[in-house]
């Protein structure tokens, strides 16, 4: 910690995280396109976290299923088998035909090989919708139990979610999305005691001092979900410490040919 939120120290570019994984070379949030962003040059990807009927942490961004499978209903409507028996990956490429809803432990597990292989590779874990504290428990016990607590930054717009993350473990780092600043995002932030603040780039291009205010409170700032070599760079002029992209991979190449 100390330096923005511990995210980044002075002088260290800002990290990339890939939004579902790389959403645009396999289908999002399966172990495709979550390998595909720790595979990249920065090794961090985004994700989303849902229960399942049977109180199973699944990777998946809607509440309903349909877009991204080939079944319909609520997610957490199915049990684990019930989703697994689903499609995940046709509806994107026949290429992908067969390739599953992943668990969290799916990608905790690949966090911990990573790490093993001293690659360290990292997850930013978005808790989708509103959880209970005995709900949190369930996602906090399998990042206890695979050692990965360094690794991982746990996200919410759901601030109460946040609190029961402290509430059950304080040492797990927590980062609040909010698609607006408010007036004092500093006090938001310590409120909840997240390390930094994940917002929209016209939030912070509203406020040009705002990135500051969080620096000099020690916290960081990430920025969502930005694609074009001109929000990049625009991005990286406000100094932001973190962006979450669905081209992690050109992002990466665009920001080492900088
Ligand atoms: O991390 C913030 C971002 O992922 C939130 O947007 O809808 O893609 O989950 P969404
Ligand atoms: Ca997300």
Known sequence: SGWFGGLRSPGEAAFIAGHRGDRTIAPENTMPALQAALDGPMGFVETDIQL????????????????????EGRVGDLTLAQLQALD??????PEFAGTRVPTLESLLSALQASEAAGAGKKALLEFKGFWTTDEVRIVVDLIRQYAVA??????????????????VDGT????????KLPSDP????RLYGAIAIITSQAAVEADRWVVDRIHRAG???????????ERWSSALDLGVDGIITDRPDRLGTWMSAK
């Not at 797990?172 to 698609?179: Q, S």
């Not at 500093?186 to 932030?189: E, N, T, Y």
């Not at 916290?219 to 070599?229: A, P, R, S, V, W």
């Open 52 to 71: 399942t009927k049977d109180r199973v942490p699944v990777l998946m961004h809607d509440t309903w299923v349909d877009r991204t499978t080939n079944g």
């Open 88 to 93: 995940a990956g046709a509806w994107f490429s």
């Open 150 to 167: 360094r690794l991982v930054i746990l996200s919410s717009f759901d601030p109460v979610t946040l609190q029961h993350v402290e509430e």
């Open 172 to 179: 797990i780092p927590r980062a609040i999305i909010t698609a």
């Open 186 to 189: 500093v006090r938001l932030a």
């Open 219 to 229: 916290l960081g700032i990430i920025l969502y979900t930005l694609n074009t070599k």
